[in-house]
């Protein structure tokens, strides 16, 4: 990978965008998915299966946070980043490379797919999305109460998908490297914590 390469949370969790037969019938289980899938045999006259992995094939599209904002989310609150906040001790014309500790973030999402056809919707489904990175090696580069570079380390991530209970994926990386520094423009602004 290069300097600024984006990874996204999809790139992090795609492995498949189908089910198996035996994974697709416990879906349909699910009463929601059931009247879903009657609705698109009857008028919309598509194939359940083909239909199905569409869906899912656009879930994972909608997965385009990039793993970077997943970070300087949690980062934002990171007790050692909230200090560099303080003008008095952390004049704005220096930058301060702060070096954070082997550390694990995690993050949900619940995506919506509604379900339309001729223009009008007929149903939706839910899901809910878990995402973890645990990281090593992280140094940040911070002025004026920003975090203006990232120095990355290596990362190890994972999650899993679900349609209402049912987990339909699951998914864990081997360690990757990645890219070298992450430059982020203007910087991203480090929210004071008021005590």
Not at 172 to 183: H, R, V
């Amino acid at each position: 990978m290069t300097d600024n390469e984006v990874i996204t949370l999809n790139q992090l969790l795609s492995s498949k965008a189908e089910l198996s037969a035996k994974e697709l019938k416990k879906a349909e289980s699910r009463e929601n998915v059931a009247r879903i899938k009657d609705i698109i045999k009857k008028e919309v006259k598509a194939r359940w299966p083909v239909a199905f992995g569409f869906i899912l094939k656009k879930l994972m599209e909608s997965l385009d946070p990039k793993v970077s904002d997943v970070m300087i989310a949690a980062w934002k609150k990171y007790q050692d980043i909230v200090q560099f906040t303080d003008e008095k001790k952390y004049p704005p014309d220096k930058t301060y490379l702060v070096s954070l500790a082997e550390h694990t973030m995690e993050s949900t999402y619940n995506p919506t797919i509604e379900i339309l056809f001729n223009n009008q919707k007929v149903s939706e489904i839910s899901f809910e999305i878990k995402v973890y990175l645990k990281i090593e090696g992280i140094n940040l580069e911070i002025q004026g109460g920003k975090i203006m570079k990232i120095h990355t380390g290596s990362c190890k991530g994972g999650g899993s998908v679900k349609l209402e209970d049912l987990t339909i994926l699951e998914k864990e990386t081997e360690s990757f490297t990645l890219p070298g520094s992450i430059i982020l423009g203007k910087g991203i602004t480090i929210p004071k914590v008021t005590v």
